[in-house]
């Protein structure tokens, strides 16, 4: 699965502690790419982006956009942009 899809309306805010998913895009490795999509629709982010091993990706810098590197359905690393 690759690839971005819009998850629910606002954006990514003020962080919500460090190592828990949450609205400052990080936190979210380890999760399932179901769970973080739920988790990330939860907390305001207007899109979020899953990026394969391989995948190309623009690099412009996006407000409200979760980005997750995935591999085999896992997420290994999330950011803002």
Known sequence: MSG???VGA???GAGSGAGAAGQDGEGYAGLRIARARELARRHGWAS???LEPGDL?????RQGRLNLAVRDGVVERSWEG
């Open 48 to 50: 979020v982006r899953v």
């Open 57 to 61: 990706m623009t690099m412009e810098y």
């Open 10 to 12: 606002g954006a990514g």
């Open 4 to 6: 971005s899809g819009a």
